[in-house]
Every structure is written in structure tokens, then in C-alpha cells.
T-cell receptor, first 110, second 110 residues
Framework: NAGVTQTPKFQVLKTGQSMTLQCAQD?????MSWYRQDPGMGLRLIHY???????DQGEVPNGYNVSRSTTEDFPLRLLSAAPSQTSVYFC?????????FGPGTRLLVL | DAKTTQPPSMDCAEGRAANLPCNHS???????VYWYRQIHSQGPQYIIH???NNETNEMASLIITEDRKSSTLILPHATLRDTAVYYC???????????FGKGITLSVRP
């Protein structure tokens, strides 16, 4: 299994641009989540999904959209990027009581 | 707010046991204690979890006090590769909403 994969690894955007961060897992996990991590801080939950077609907001959802059309994929969309969204983004999937995290996407918004 | 309290940092010598403390005095009866670690900005990695009994796996041991208000993660023979930020988290495990605090930075010295 490849586990949780994220693309791209690094992205630079200009303020106002849009983009989609991709996340995929091949473990058939129902739960998937998106977190962001800012320097010197722990991870904060953005959005999560308990299964295909079901999503909900986390702690810091503003400025982000998600959808879950398949079990495998959980993309995160930034509709109009802002400098405050400069961060490292981690996707995770969960089975039982264990979460598995992807390698992260480093996003810089100028 | 994180439900756990961890010292900001500690160090230990390579080959010695690393004992990482965590206080969770407000833990509920249905909440588990989880430990994750994050090595140099990689995605967090699951280590171990427990409810009230001590647990051991190939990576570490988890000792939970009888009143469940605190716990200790033990890395029996620390290596340089164990240098990381270690997060202690309490959660029911029922959904994807892990709440990460700032964790404890473990530095393993040669």
C-alpha cells in the first residue's frame, strides 16, 4: 500500500489565485481529514469526512472547501488564496483509532 | 484547547530510555491516550494508544496511572532517529478530530 499520498509537495501562489491540494489513500479508510500546521504550532483541523458524500467543518474551515466523491480521494480547495493560508497542509485517513498522515504540502501565498 | 499538558522539551542520551510525561487531569472515562510524533516537519506518525491498561508495541511502551490523570511514553533505547516532537492527545477515537497541542521536543544526543 502507498498509504496516504499528497500532491503537490510544494506550491507558490499569488494572492487571489485558486488551487486544489490533492489527497488520496489506498487503504479503504472511511475517515479522512485535512490539517494545517503553522510554524511552532500543533496541527489544526480544517475539514473532515466520515465517508463518501459526507464532509464537515473542523476548527479552521474558513477559506477552504472540500468534497468527497470517492472513498479514496479527499481534495482541499482554496478558492481565493490569502497570505494567511501560508502553511503546511497534512491530509490523514483513519482506521479504528489510528490516524495515518500524508507527507504534507508546503504552501506559500505571496 | 488541548486537554493535555506536556513540558516543552527534554533530552536524553542515545541508547538510554526516554520517558516522556503527559498530564491529562480532565480526561473522561471514554477517552483514550494517544501518542504521535513528528520528525522534522514530516507527517505525524502514530506511536501507541491506551485506555487504562499499560500498552507496549514495537516502538514504545505507554504507562497510564491508575487514576488516568497522567501517562508516560517510554522509548526503551532511544536513537538519534527518535529526535522529534511528540504529541500526547486524549480523544474518544470516535471521529477524526484529533486536537494537537504543541507537544514535547525530544532531542537525543550522541
Amino acid at each position: 500500500n502507498a498509504g496516504v499520498t499528497q500532491t503537490p509537495k510544494f506550491q507558490v501562489l499569488k494572492t487571489g489565485q485558486s488551487m486544489t491540494l490533492q489527497c488520496a489513500q489506498d487503504m479503504n479508510h472511511e475517515y479522512m481529514s485535512w490539517y494545517r500546521q503553522d510554524p511552532g504550532m500543533g496541527l489544526r483541523l480544517i475539514h473532515y469526512s466520515v465517508g463518501a458524500g459526507i464532509t464537515d467543518q473542523g476548527e479552521v474551515p474558513n477559506g477552504y472547501n472540500v468534497s468527497r466523491s470517492t472513498t479514496e480521494d479527499f481534495p482541499l480547495r482554496l478558492l481565493s488564496a490569502a497570505p494567511s493560508q501560508t502553511s503546511v497542509y497534512f491530509c490523514a485517513s483513519k482506521i479504528g483509532k489510528t490516524q495515518y498522515f500524508g507527507p504534507g504540502t508546503r504552501l506559500l501565498v505571496l | 484547547d488541548a486537554k493535555t499538558t506536556q513540558p516543552p522539551s527534554m533530552d536524553c542520551a542515545e541508547g538510554r530510555a526516554a520517558n516522556l510525561p503527559c498530564n491529562h487531569s480532565t480526561i473522561s472515562g471514554n477517552e483514550y491516550v494517544y501518542w504521535y510524533r513528528q520528525i522534522h516537519s514530516q507527517g505525524p506518525q502514530y506511536i501507541i494508544h491506551g485506555l487504562k491498561n499499560n500498552e507496549t508495541n514495537e516502538m514504545a511502551s505507554l504507562i497510564i496511572t491508575e487514576d488516568r490523570k497522567s501517562s508516560t511514553l517510554i522509548l526503551p533505547h532511544a536513537t538519534l532517529r527518535d529526535t522529534a516532537v511528540y504529541y500526547c492527545i486524549v480523544d474518544t477515537g470516535a471521529n477524526s478530530k484529533l486536537t494537537f497541542g504543541k507537544g514535547i521536543t525530544l532531542s537525543v544526543r550522541p
